[in-house]
C-alpha cells in the first residue's frame, strides 16, 4: 500500500484507500503531460497519444477489444450518462431494471417511471435467469443490471443476461463498480453495449471513472467540446486515467491471495454471527469475498454505524433516515427481507488493510452493541 | 453503412478507430507507410483486409478493412468453401480454407466472410450438416501437412516468373506450383497464371524495379513448419505449473492425437499445431477436445505448450512440443531434440494397455457399478420407509387417514428451505384448500436439531431441509416418502409447484 490504512476501516465498497503507486503515477503524469488532449500542438498531440496508450492498456486489462473507454468524472455520471443519453436519444425507451441498482440508476425510476419496468432479484440477491427473460419484453430498449450488487455483494449471472440481451438485440448496461479490481473481469465473454467503472473502488485516486462501451448512440449528457468523441465535452483527465491503469494492474496482482485471505476473514464473521438465530446473513454465494451484509433485525443499520465509529470502526448501511423515520434498504428489502430486516442490515466491507485482529474486534463490538 | 476515414495513422489511432466502429463495419485508411499499417490492423484484428487504391507515386495507399469478429464462438453447422484459383487461402483469422473443400466455420466467422471483400471468393453455406459430416479436415495441421504432401516433389524453381502485387483480402495464398503470396506485397508469381491471379483473385501489375526471388510454401513449410503462414509469430510458452513426467498419460490419448504424435516423432518435426481453446474454458473460442487433451500432455510433462500472448479474437493457435526440446529465441525458436525422451514416448504410444492393466480396469468398473447398486437401492429404501409402530407424537394426526405434508429444516433457516416452505404453503393453501379446511391434508414444519425429533428424523435418514409426505391409517403411521424432487427444484418456482402438486393429487386419488 505504501501507507497505513486504518484497520478498522470497513467501507471498502464505499471508497477502497488509493494505492501508493497510483498517486504517485496520478502525480507523475500530471506534471509530464500537462497540455490539453485536444490542442493541436505538439504537446498536445503527445498528450492524446498518451491517453489513447493509457486507455487501450486499462481496457486490455479487462480484455475489452473491441470497444472504447469514455472517461467520466465519477462512476454516478457514467450511469447518468447512459441512462439520460439513451433516452434522450430514444425517447420511446423503454427500460428494464434489476431493483438492487445503485442509485445512481435508480434515480431514473422516478424520473423517467413511465419508460420503465423493474425486476428484483431473489432471496438470495442474485438475479433469476427464467424470471429475467419473463420481463424482457419486446418493447425493452435497454437493460440495467449489476455484475456484482453494491450492498449484498451478490455476483450476477451477468455473461448469461449478456448473451440473452445480445440475442435480442437489447441493448445491456451493466454496473461493474463493485465487480472491477474485486473479481476477475473478462469483457470478452460479456458482450454487453455498456460496462460502467469506477477507479476509487478498486484503488486509484478519486475523479476516475467511465464507461467501456461498444456502441455509441447516445446523447451527451455534458455538452460543449467534441472531447471523448463528441459523447462527453471537458478536458480530459489523462492522469486519472494513469492512475486507474496503475491500479488496475496492482490490484490484479493481488487478486488471487487477496480474494482467499478475504473469504476467510468473511467466513469469520459469518460464523460468529450464524451462531445468532435471530441475525440474517444478505450475502450468499457467488458473492464477493470481501463483503457481508447482515440485518440485526429490532436495530437500526444506522445506529450501528454511529455506534461502531465512536468505536473507530466504518462500516455502512443501505438504510437512511428522512424526517426521524428509519426507512429500510431498498436494495434488502428488493431481496424479500422484512422492514426490520432492511432497517437493521450493516454493510462489512474489507479489503487490504484488513486484518485477523480488525475482524475479531469487529465481531465484539456488534455483538456486543446487539445483543 | 458507417464507414471512419483515417489519414496516416499511428497504431494507437488505428486501434482507437477500430474500437469504436460498430460490428463489421468498415474503416478506410489513406498512408504512405503500408507496410507498417498492414502490420498494425492484422495485429489490432481488422479482418478483409484490401488495398483498394495504388498510387503512381506509391506515396498514398487506401487501405480498406472491417472489424473483425468477437465474443465467444459457436459452431452450428456452417461452412465456407474457398472457390478462387490459389491452392489454398488464409483468411485474417487464421483459417486456412484449401480450394473447392468445405470447411467448418462458427458463426462468427460465417459473418465475417460474409463481408463484400470474400464475396468473390467464399461460398457459404449455411448449416449444412452433410458438408459438416463430410469435413474431417479442417484442422490447421493436418491441412498444412497434406498442402506439403501434394506439393514436395514439385520442382518449381525454373518456371518463368512476374512480379505482381497481391493487394488481399486474404492475408496469404498459397499457388498450385506451392509459391507463397503475401498479402500488400509483390510476389514472382509463374508467368503461367498470370491472367488467372490478375482476372479472378484481383492481383495487379504494378510496376516494380527489382526482380524478387519466389517464396515457396514446401520449402518454409521445412524450415519453418506451420508458423510459415504466421508474419512475425511472438510466442510464449504457456505459464503452466511443472510436473514431474507421467508418461503414462499417453495410454488413454485418442486416436487423432496419438497420429499427430506418431507424426510428429516419425518426421522428426519439431512441433505441431492446434486450432481451438481448452474444454475447461467454458467461453473459450473453438473449443476443442484435441487442445483438451494436449493441454493434459502439458500437465503430465510430455509436451510444451506455446502461444502468441495476445491472440486477438482469432481462434486460438497453440503451438505444442516435445517437453523442454523448444527455446525461443528473439529471432524465433530454437529446437534441440531429445532423442531418448521421444524414444521412450513412441514406446509409450505403440503399447497397447497391458493385461494387468485391462483386468484392474474390469475390477475398478465392477465395483463402481456394485457400489452404484448398492447406493440406489439406500437410496430407494430412505425415500420410502414405513416406520416402526412407534407413534410420533409430533405428527399426531387429527383426524383418521390424514395426509401429512412436513418440512423438516434445521434451526437455522437456509435460502433453500425458506423457498421450499413458502412454495409449499402456496400449494397447499391455494390448492389444496378444501383438504386443508377439512383437516385431511396438513402441512407443518419440524426442526431437525430438535431433540423431540431425533428418533423420527434419524429413522428418516434426513439432515437436511427436506420435504416428507406422511400418511396415516387411522392413527397408525402406514407410510412415509421423503420427495426428492422438491429438494432439486427448490430454484425453480413452476416446476417445484407442478411437481409438489401431482405427489398430492397422486396420493389423495389413491385414498379415494
Known amino acids: ?371 | 453503412m458507417d464507414t471512419i476515414f483515417l489519414n496516416d495513422p499511428s497504431y494507437l489511432d488505428l486501434d482507437d478507430a477500430y474500437r469504436g466502429l460498430p460490428k463489421l463495419h468498415e474503416i478506410i485508411t489513406k498512408t504512405s507507410n503500408l507496410q507498417e499499417v498492414l502490420k498494425d490492423m492484422e495485429k489490432i484484428g481488422f479482418v478483409a483486409i484490401e488495398i483498394v487504391d495504388m498510387p503512381f507515386d506509391r506515396d498514398s495507399w487506401t487501405i480498406k478493412a472491417s472489424k473483425g469478429k468477437h465474443g465467444p464462438c459457436r459452431f452450428d453447422g456452417n461452412t465456407a468453401v474457398y472457390k478462387g484459383c490459389a491452392l489454398a487461402a488464409l483468411d485474417d483469422d487464421l483459417h486456412l480454407l484449401p480450394v473447392s473443400q468445405n470447411i467448418r466455420v462458427c458463426e462468427k466467422t460465417m459473418k465475417v466472410l460474409s463481408l463484400p471483400a470474400y464475396k468473390n471468393f467464399i461460398e457459404l453455406k449455411a448449416k449444412d450438416q452433410e458438408a459438416k459430416a463430410e469435413n474431417e479436415n479442417e484442422d490447421f495441421d493436418f491441412i498444412l501437412g497434406d498442402l506439403y504432401n501434394l506439393l514436395k516433389d514439385l520442382n518449381p524453381g525454373n518456371t518463368n516468373r512476374k512480379m505482381l502485387f497481391y493487394p488481399g483480402p486474404f492475408r496469404s495464398l498459397i499457388l498450385q506450383d506451392g509459391t507463397l503470396v503475401r498479402r500488400g506485397k509483390w510476389n514472382a508469381v509463374p508467368s503461367e497464371y498470370v491472367d488467372q491471379l490478375t482476372g479472378k483473385e484481383g492481383f495487379l501489375h504494378l510496376e516494380y524495379s527489382e526482380s524478387e526471388p519466389p517464396v515457396f510454401f514446401q520449402e518454409m513449410y521445412i524450415k519453418e513448419g506451420p508458423s510459415t503462414l504466421m508474419n512475425e509469430l511472438k510466442l510464449k510458452k504457456q505459464n503452466v505449473p511443472e510436473f514431474l513426467t507421467d508418461l503414462t498419460a499417453l495410454n488413454s490419448v485418442s486416436k487423432p492425437l496419438k497420429h499427430r504424435l506418431l507424426k510428429l516423432l516419425d518426421e522428426n518435426k519439431k512441433y505441431f499445431v492446434l486450432v481451438g481453446s481448452d474444454l475447461s474454458d467454458k467461453l473459450g473460442c473453438c473449443p476443442s477436445e484435441e487442445v483438451t487433451e494436449a493441454n493434459n500432455l502439458v500437465k503430465k510433462g510430455i509436451l510444451n505448450a506455446y502461444s502468441e500472448p495476445d491472440q486477438g479474437e482469432s481462434c486460438p493457435l497453440t503451438f505444442y512440443s516435445i517437453k523442454d526440446e523448444l527455446t525461443i529465441t528473439d529471432t524465433g525458436f530454437k529446437i534441440k531434440f531429445d532423442t531418448t525422451f521421444r524414444k521412450q514416448i513412441r514406446e509409450r504410444l505403440e503399447q497397447s494397455p497391458s493385461n494387468s492393466q485391462r483386468l484392474i480396469k474390469w475390477i475398478l468398473m465392477a465395483f463402481i457399478i456394485i457400489s452404484s447398486l448398492l447406493a440406489a437401492r439406500r437410496c430407494y429404501e430412505l425415500q420410502t420407509i414405513t416406520p416402526a409402530a412407534a407413534k410420533f407424537e409430533q405428527l399426531q394426526p387429527l383426524i383418521d387417514g390424514q395426509l401429512q405434508l412436513v418440512l423438516f429444516h434445521n434451526e437455522k433457516r437456509c435460502y433453500q428451505c425458506l423457498q421450499m416452505e413458502e412454495m409449499s404453503r402456496f400449494v397447499i393453501e391455494s390448492l389444496f384448500s378444501d383438504d386443508l379446511k377439512s383437516g385431511s391434508v396438513v402441512f407443518k414444519t419440524l426442526t431437525i436439531d430438535d431433540p423431540i425429533n431425533q428418533e423420527l428424523v434419524e429413522q428418516l435418514g434426513i439432515f437436511a431441509a427436506a420435504l416428507v409426505l406422511f400418511e396415516f391409517d387411522g392413527e397408525e403411521l402406514t407410510y412415509a416418502r421423503i420427495l426428492p424432487k422438491a429438494n432439486e427444484l427448490y430454484r425453480d418456482d413452476a416446476a417445484f409447484k407442478d411437481n409438489l402438486t401431482n405427489e398430492l393429487t397422486e396420493i389423495l386419488k389413491s385414498n379415494e
Open chain 1, 1 to 371: 500500500m505504501g501507507f497505513q490504512v486504518d484497520p478498522k476501516y470497513f467501507d471498502y465498497a464505499a471508497s477502497a484507500p488509493p494505492w501508493q503507486g497510483a498517486v504517485d503515477e496520478y502525480c507523475e503524469i500530471s506534471k509530464s503531460f500537462y497540455a490539453n488532449a485536444s490542442s493541436i500542438h505538439q504537446q498536445g498531440k503527445a498528450t492524446k497519444q498518451k491517453l489513447l496508450e493509457l486507455k487501450k492498456e486499462f481496457c486490455d486489462l479487462l480484455h475489452f477489444y473491441d470497444g472504447r473507454l469514455l472517461l467520466t468524472a465519477t462512476g454516478s455520471e457514467a450511469n447518468n450518462t447512459i441512462i439520460e443519453g439513451h433516452l434522450n436519444k430514444y425517447p420511446k425507451g423503454k427500460i428494464l431494471m434489476a431493483m438492487d441498482v445503485h442509485d445512481s440508476m435508480w434515480y431514473a425510476s422516478r424520473k423517467h417511471l413511465k419508460s420503465l419496468k423493474l425486476f428484483s432479484p431473489e432471496k438470495s440477491g442474485h438475479y433469476n435467469l427464467k424470471k429475467f427473460v419473463k420481463a424482457l419484453d419486446a418493447d425493452i430498449s435497454i437493460v440495467c443490471v449489476n455484475h456484482v450488487s453494491n450492498e449484498t455483494g451478490a455476483i450476477q449471472p451477468i455473461v448469461e443476461i449478456a448473451q440473452l440481451c445480445d440475442e435480442r438485440n437489447v441493448k445491456l448496461m451493466v454496473d461493474g463498480m463493485q465487480s472491477v479490481g474485486h473479481i476477475p473481469v473478462n469483457m470478452d465473454e460479456i458482450p454487453c453495449t455498456y460496462y460502467t467503472i469506477s477507479g476509487h473502488k478498486f484503488g486509484s485516486v478519486k475523479g476516475a471513472a467511465g464507461v467501456l462501451m461498444r456502441d455509441e448512440n447516445f446523447e451527451p449528457l455534458i455538452m460543449g467540446g467534441k472531447q471523448e468523441w463528441g459523447k462527453r465535452a471537458g478536458t480530459e483527465d489523462v492522469a486519472a486515467v494513469a492512475s486507474m491503469v496503475k491500479a488496475l494492474k496492482r490490484s490484479l496482482e493481488v487478486m488471487a491471495d487477496e480474494s482467499k485471505r478475504l473469504r476467510q476473514l468473511k467466513n469469520e464473521l459469518v460464523q460468529h454471527f450464524e451462531d445468532f438465530p435471530e441475525f440474517v446473513i444478505n450475502s450468499s454465494e457467488p458473492d464477493l469475498p470481501g463483503l457481508l451484509s447482515v440485518s440485526f433485525p429490532g436495530f437500526s443499520g444506522r445506529e450501528i454505524v454511529g455506534a461502531l465509529s465512536l468505536s473507530g470502526f466504518s462500516v455502512s448501511t443501505g438504510s437512511a433516515c428522512h424526517a426521524n423515520e428509519m426507512e429500510p434498504s431498498r436494495i434488502i428489502l428488493s431481496m424479500g427481507r422484512t422492514d426490520r430486516e432492511a432497517i437493521g442490515s450493516v454493510r462489512i466491507s474489507m479489503g487490504i488493510g484488513t486484518t485477523d485482529v480488525s475482524v475479531k474486534e469487529l465481531i465484539e463490538k456488534i455483538i456486543e452493541l446487539v445483543r
